[in-house]
Nanobody
């Protein structure tokens, strides 16, 4: 059974940084991060290919967030810098089997496995 466990959420002031981690059991997957605020749909944040060679970002976080992975540890990271109050959300990591090592996925419907979510709160 595939399990995803997120960590690293918390509260920070605007302009600060946080790093989220997502540990994945089992084989290597294409990975993504999404976020959701109450009453709204879950939004794409970032994705990384199975090999780690390709990454994709939403326009709202491009230049501020960096997704990376350590396949030896089966862990994916989301480094979040220059945080803004509008980044406040529950952040979810997601995993999908991919035969193509270089492919990224940027819609939630493409992902089969999800973590439980971790809260990120940015105060002004």
């Amino acid at each position: 059974q595939v399990q995803l466990v997120e960590s690293g959420g918390g509260s920070v002031q605007a302009g600060g940084s946080l790093r989220l981690s997502c540990a994945v059991s089992g084989r290597t997957f294409a990975m993504g991060w999404f976020r959701q605020v109450p009453g709204k749909e879950r939004d794409f944040v970032a994705a990384i290919s199975r090999s780690g060679e390709n990454a994709d970002y939403s326009d709202s976080v491009k230049g501020r967030f960096t997704i990376s992975r350590d396949n030896a540890k089966n862990t994916v990271y989301l480094q979040m810098n220059s945080l803004k109050p509008e980044d406040t959300a529950v952040y979810y990591c997601a995993a999908e089997s991919s035969y193509t090592t270089s492919r990224t996925y940027d819609t939630e419907y493409e992902y089969s496995y999800w973590g439980q979510g971790t809260q990120v709160t940015v105060s002004s």
